[in-house]
């Protein structure tokens, strides 16, 4: 059965840090690409991030670039978001999911970590 | 990057037929996926590709494409289909992920 757990949210002051992990069994986690979605309260999904199975390939959104970095460890079975500089309007469930057979669909999901932006 | 444009709301009898559709430049180039996401819940992904479906999911659910807008139809809604409905693809560059706002459908 495939998993995803993340890990790492809480409530951080406005220019913080926090870096979230997720956590994948149940799935060959090298062969896959990853990536991280986030929604704030009350709104849609966002797209944040996306790696390749190898690292080769990552992606930003606008709104993050320069500020978050995601990363991989294939031995561990993990995945990374560094998020420096944090803003209010990054308060959200940050979603870890893995890339599926479409390009740009997401077909198993974590269930969230919530990351509160406040002072 | 491009943008991808929903519905807020659409509403249906139970036991009828509904679609929900989503509009941009990207899906000229890509197909829409479609996800699920009820309250208090992760999304789950319902469509992907031309039309298809993630084991698990009922076959009532289908999607189609045509030109900038891509269209996912429910055919005999259920009360338990009552849900957001979110469609995404990559974007006009390849490169990017970008998912519309959303379609909170009710089923009366």
């Known amino acids: 059965e495939v998993q995803l757990v993340e890990s790492g949210g809480g409530l951080v002051k406005p220019g913080g840090s926090l870096r979230l992990s997720c956590a994948a069994s149940?799935?060959?986690?090298?062969?896959?690409?990853m990536n991280w979605v986030r929604q704030a309260p009350g709104k849609g999904l966002e797209w944040v991030s996306s790696?390749?199975?190898?690292?080769?390939?990552?992606y930003y959104a606008d709104s993050v670039k320069g500020r978050f970095t995601i990363s991989r460890d294939n031995a561990k079975n993990s995945l990374y978001l560094q998020m420096n500089s944090l803003r209010a309007e990054d308060t959200a469930v940050y979603y870890c999911a893995r890339g599926g057979l479409a390009p740009g669909s997401f077909d198993y999901w974590g269930q969230g970590t919530l990351v509160t932006v406040s002072s | 990057s491009s943008e991808l444009t929903q519905d807020p709301a659409v509403s249906v009898a139970l036991g009828q037929t509904v679609r929900i559709t989503c509009q941009g430049d990207?899906?000229?180039?890509?197909?829409a996926s479609w996800y699920q996401q009820k309250p208090g819940q992760a999304p789950v992904l319902v469509i992907y590709?031309?039309?298809n479906r993630p084991s698990g999911i009922p076959d009532r659910f289908s999607g189609s494409s045509s030109g900038n807008t891509a269209s996912l139809t429910i055919t005999g809604a259920q009360a338990e289909d009552e849900a957001d409905y979110y469609c995404n693809s990559r974007d006009s560059s390849g490169n990017l992920v970008v998912f519309g706002g959303g379609t909170k459908l009710t089923v009366l």
């Open positions: 149940g799935f060959t986690f090298s062969s896959y690409s």
């Open positions: 590709g031309k039309n």
């Open positions: 990207s899906l000229r180039s890509y197909y």
């Open positions: 790696i390749s199975s190898s690292s080769s390939y990552i």
